[in-house]
Every structure is written in C-alpha cells, then in structure tokens.
C-alpha cells in the first residue's frame, strides 16, 4: 500500500504543478553598481530628482554627487531603516525604486517614448529579428505609419494588439525575450526617430507564408529582405 | 519471454488489487486534471468574450452619440453652442474607433469603418477649432455634416442589428472569423470610400525632437518642394551615393531596388565599404530627381568610449551638411542613445528658423562618422520663402505671454501646422515652475499658436 501512496501523491504533485510551470514569470534584472560622492552622472541626475520630489533635497539637479546630496542620502536612509552611509548602494537605489537605468532588459519607463520603444522593440524582435537592419526598420515604420492612418487604431500598443493584425502577436512570438546582441531596440529607436526606409508603408507580408488572398490586392512598393512592403 | 507470455504476465499483474487501485488513482487524477484544463480554458474564453463585448456595447453607445451629435449640430445657431457640440462629437468619434479597433475581427474589414469615425473625428476637431474662432458653418460644411451624418445613421442601423444578435446569442465572438466578418463586412462597405478631409489631429503624442513626427505624416501626400535638378539614371545616382560616403571610404556600391510610386521616387543602393567586414553594410535612398539623399543608414556597432562630445557632433554634422550643398542649417534639438548623438538641423532663412524644412543626421560618438540621415521634411517642404514683414513687433508679442512665464530668449520661427500650412511666429523660450517651454505666438495677428513643454531628458532634448 505504500508505493500505492508514494504513487498517488506523484500524480496529485504532477497535476498541480504542471499550471504552475506553464505560468511564465517575469524576470527582472538585478541593479547593478552604486552611486558614491563625487561622482557625476545622469544616474545621480536622475536620483537627485527623486530625492527632491520626496522633499529630502533641495540643491540643484545637477548630476553631481555633493554634499548636499550626500546629506540627503543619509537622511532617505535613516527613514527607510538602511544601513546610514550616504552612499548609494543598490539596497537604497532599490529603494528609490532607481535601477542603473540605460541597459534594455532593465526596469525603466522614464518616458511615453521608452515604453513605446520596448513594445515596439518586442513587435519587431517577434515579426522580424531574422531580417536585415533595415528590413527591422521597416517593420517599426509600418507600424507607427498605421498610428498615423485613419484606418487603424491611433496608438502603438492600439496597432499592435489589434486582434489579427501581426501574426507575432498571435501566436505569442511577440513575447519572446530579445536577444541581447540583437538589433531590434537600435531599429526600434530609428524607427521612432522618423527613418522610414519603406516610404509610407502600411503593409507588408512574407510572400513565402502569407496566407492571405486580400494582402496580394496590395501594390507593392519595394522588397526587404523577406518582406514585401506595400500600401 | 515471448510477447504472449510477457501479455499473461502483464494480465495477471493488473488483475492483482494494488495494481486495480492504483490504475484507478492515475485515471482518476488525470481526469481531475483535464477538468481542471478544461475549466481554466473556458474560463479565458468568457473572459475574453467579456472583454469583445464590453468594446462592442461601448462601440455601438459611441457611435449613437456621433450620430446625435451630428444632427445637433446643424440646428445649433450661435458658433460657441456648434463648438462644444463638435468637441463632444469629436472625442465621442475617437473613443468609438479605438474600441472598433479592439475587436477580433480582420482589420482590412473594419479599415472603411475606422477611416469614417477617423474623419468625422478629424472634421469636428478642425470644425470646433473654426467656431471657437467665432466663425459659424459655411454652406458647403452644413453640406458635408449632413452627408456624413446619413453615413452615421446607416452605420448605427447595422451595428444595431448586430447588437440584437449579438445579445440573442446567435452570434459568438469565436465563430466571428466566418459568420461575423461577413456581417462586418456589409456594414463596412456602406461606409464612404472617399477622402473628406485629412487632418489626423488626434493620434497619439509622444514626445519628438521639435516638430517631427506629428507634423510630418503628410508629407508624402504632397507634391515636394525641395527637390531640383535633372533625372537621373541608375548609374548617375550611384556616383552620387560614392560622393556622399566619399569615394576613398567606399568599397562597392550595389543597387537593389527603386520605388516609382508617390511623389518621391527613389533608387535604393546597398554600400560596402574598406576595412569593415563584409556584412557592415549601409542602405542608402536616393532620389531619382536632382540625386539627393533621401535616407540612409549604417548599422555598426558603436564602441562605448565617447572620443568627441555632442557639441563637437553638431559642428561635425554643419560641416557635412554644407560639404553636401545644405546650406544654412543650424541644429535645433538632439537625442543622445547608445553612444550615437541624432541631431535635427532646420533651414533658417536670414534670422527666421523654417522648422519643416528638416534634416537629421545620426553621428557615432566613438570616431565622428556619420551613420544615418534623413532629409525627408527637407526635400518635402524647402523652398526660398517670401516671409512677410511681421504685423506686430516682438514686445506686443511677448506682452500676449503669460507673466508667469520668465522669458529666457526669443526669436523668429516658421512653424508647421495640422492643416498642412505653415505660420510665421515670434519663438519665446521660457521657464515656468523649473521646466523649459516654447511657446508660439502668431507675428501676423497674435494667436498663440502653439506650446512645446521642452524635456530635458538625460539622453537629448525632447519636446512635447
């Protein structure tokens, strides 16, 4: 009768665990380095800010790791129960909820721009990070040209959760983290920086796949990579 | 054993009661489990199908009130009445398209639906802009509501049908793929196919370097400004694309594609140069008319130590810039990503900054060399221009300035409009609450066209 238990207590563990594991959990990279005195970044910028919001500073937003900083450090510290040494080691950035911003894969939404620049990054990693450079720009410029016209929704996200519009977002491909070499956020920044290497595009297709009769009605512009591009 | 007996064997094995109890547990646990796959997947699809639902209703609740709203309109006498109810009809437009857009059903079926709630969006916002003005409907515009509003009728009539079905349960968001796209389609191809008036006011802002993006979605629409010179052939344009690089850096140049469509034509070249490896390659548009670079960009990596600061790459990328025949750009506002500075340069005739006519240049800070440039807005919209005397002097115009704001420089600027023109503006830069502003006020009648919120970010200068 025990290996009988043993057994069925395999099979509850296995049934339970398994919507666990299909649960993907999101990572978030750990902060890296810390912030001393005399230091001067836009890391200390950006912390000098926060510090000031919170009404712990009140010196200029100068970048430059001072005195005054320092001071206010210590007190952020003394409230938030830390070690008190007025330098900002990654317990106390933590705290501050600052990551050594910069590096993609990082938490950061400084801005519209940035968050509009990771979900776009992800669309075009999901329809196109076997393409040429130029072939990923295109991508992200077809995208935001449909933010511009009137027959599609008006924002990024709007464009590219609009239900059957890119295959990678339906099967999920959009979701597949980027490759740290990869080029896609540099064709993402260059997209939203106005290089449109498809002239106005507001479609394209790989005609390899496409199963689409409709998308072949479309005039084609010009040809990258694996994409036709058409309007 | 031979496979017989191994079946005996096994037969009397199972026939054994542990074993009888233990297939019993497995089936049973797997059968728990499937359920519970079953349920957590059914579970998903009600959501989902909630979520359909709650953007159709809103749709539909939207779209009525387009339809009210039209209708009020014409009937509303004074112009303040007309503005509020165009205000309405326009955000009432706006919120219905993006839940249209929401929907499981192809977007080239929707596409004629969303164009209409698109333009009488953009109709209402540049109707209430006029109003507000204290300019009441012309005939022609009374014309054009009405029409639009017979358009808005049909269009609730068939979303209304749909809604009745949709509540009977005779259709299913699941099954939309086939039945429902049918049903979208009809609706959809009673919408108007034609252009009624192009000012995509509301799509979303994010911030840009100063007066790109927003402004330059028409650009393609018009015939260019800026481009002069003969056609050229294939080979012409490719002595073109090795002067721009320079003849000593390039290795090879190889066409691979032209656009003969819009009013830009262009040759696209792929170039490869000395002493990079093969794959580095940058891809390069060229115009048919006059030769002129288009666009072109150069994917390398860039070495993270920065040898020359932004300010040296602004007076690197003049220097290109007037080497390539562009004369008098100054830069106006840049954005500093990866270790390369992008930096916009405007065209400024005699002391008046002409912000449409636009370049960007894209330089790696490790070496100075350029590896992007982008000249659209220029070649769209230069020109020389007649630029009027202005009709009010700079200290009426800065007294027209909120005195909250401490006005820190001014100076003149030809800004672009939503409405495909442009103005002629005194440009005053200012600070109010510590952060950077330009405001725009009209030098020719005193309007204050326009505010920019500058954001200092730590990667560039932004505007919003």
């Known amino acids: 009768m025990k290996t009988v238990k043993r057994i069925i207590i395999l ?27 005399d230091m001067e970044s836009d890391d200390v910028k950006k912390m000098q800010q926060r510090l000031k919001n919170w009404n712990y500073y009140d010196g200029e937003i100068s970048g430059k790791y001072d005195f005054k900083t320092y001071f206010a450090v210590r007190d ?22 600052l990551t050594t911003l910069a590096k993609w894969g990082e938490v950061y939404a400084q801005s519209n721009q940035s968050s509009n620049e990771q979900l776009l990054a992800s669309a075009i990693n999901g329809e196109a990070r076997g393409e040429p450079y130029e072939g990923q720009v295109a991508v992200g410029a077809v995208i935001l040209n449909r933010t511009r016209d009137p027959k599609f929704p008006k924002t990024v996200a709007g464009v590219i959760y609009q239900p059957g519009a890119f295959t990678a977002v339906s099967d999920g491909q959009i979701n597949v983290p980027i490759d740290p070499n990869s080029t896609v956020v540099k064709a993402a920044r260059d997209a939203l920086n106005g290089w449109d290497p498809t002239n106005g595009c507001l479609y394209y297709w790989n005609p390899a796949t496409a199963t689409s009769k409709w998308i072949w009605s479309r005039q084609i512009v010009k040809k990258i990579g694996k994409h036709y591009f058409g309007k | 054993m031979s496979i017989r007996e191994k079946l005996l064997d096994l037969k009397r094995r199972l026939s054994d009661r542990k074993m009888y109890s233990i297939v019993i547990v497995a089936i049973a646990a797997v059968a728990m489990w499937g359920f519970y796959q079953y349920k957590h997947a059914a ?78 969006g953009d109709l209402a916002y540049s109707l209430n802009n006029q109003n507000m003005g204290g300019q009441g409907l012309n005939e022609e515009q009374y014309k054009l509501i009405e029409q639009l509003h017979g358009f808005s009728v049909s269009l609730e009539q068939s979303l209304n049908d749909l809604q009745t079905q949709l509540s009977a349960g005779r259709i299913k968001w699941g099954e939309l793929a086939k039945k429902g796209t049918r049903l979208f389609q009809k609706t959809s191809e009673n919408m108007p196919n034609t252009q009624f008036e192009n000012i995509d006011k509301t799509f ?30 294939v080979e012409q344009a490719k002595q073109r694309v090795m002067e721009f690089f320079g003849q000593d850096k390039v290795m090879a140049v190889e066409e691979i594609g032209r656009v003969d469509e819009g009013h830009i034509k262009t040759y696209s070249y792929s170039v490869k140069f000395n002493n990079v490896p093969e794959d580095q390659t940058a891809t390069v548009d060229v115009t048919q008319k006059g030769g002129n670079v288009l666009w072109m960009l150069y994917n390398r990596p860039v070495g993270a130590q920065e040898q020359i600061n932004v300010d040296q790459a602004k007076s690197l990328g003049k220097r290109f810039l007037e080497e390539h025949g562009y004369r008098d750009m100054v830069d106006t506002y840049y954005l500093k990503e990866d270790n390369t500075a992008i930096i916009n340069y405007a065209y400024k005739q005699g002391d008046v900054i002409v912000y449409p006519d636009l370049i960007k240049v894209k330089i790696a800070l490790d070496n100075g060399e350029i590896t992007g440039f982008e000249s659209k807005g220029y070649i769209t919209n230069h020109r020389e221009r007649s630029i009027p005397q202005p009709k009010i002097t700079m200290e009426q115009a800065r007294a027209l300035i909120t005195p909250r704001m401490n006005v820190l420089s001014s100076g003149f600027a030809i800004i672009p409009t939503d409405y495909k023109t442009e103005i002629f503006t005194y440009e005053f830069k200012g600070k109010l609450n510590d952060r950077d502003f330009l405001v725009y006020i009209n030098a020719e009648n005193g309007k204050e066209e326009n505010i920019l919120l500058i954001m200092d970010t730590p990667n560039g200068i932004l505007t919003m």
């Open chain 2, 43 to 120: 579970d998903l699809r009600q959501e989902l199908d909630n979520q359909y639902n709650r953007a159709f209703y809103d749709m539909v609740g939207y779209v009525n009130n387009v339809e009210v709203l039209l209708i009020k309109s014409l009937i509303a006498n004074s112009p303040e009445k007309a503005a509020a109810t165009m205000q309405e009809a326009w955000r009432q437009a706006n919120l219905a398209q993006t839940n249209l857009g929401q929907l499981p059903v192809s977007p080239n079926v929707l596409a004629n639906t969303s164009k209409f709630l698109t333009q009488v």
């Open chain 1, 76 to 97: 952020f510290q003394n409230t938030y129960k830390l070690p008190v040494s007025g330098i900002a080691n990654e317990d106390t950035l933590a705290a501050m909820g």
């Open chain 1, 11 to 37: 099979v509850v563990i296995f049934s339970i665990s398994i919507p666990l594991f299909l649960n993907s959990s999101v990572f978030i990279a750990p902060i890296t380095g810390k912030l001393a005195p």
């Open chain 2, 204 to 233: 979303q802002e994010y911030p840009t370097l100063i007066y790109d993006g927003p402004f330059s979605d028409h650009m393609t629409q018009t015939e260019p400004t800026g481009l002069a010179g003969e056609d050229m052939d």
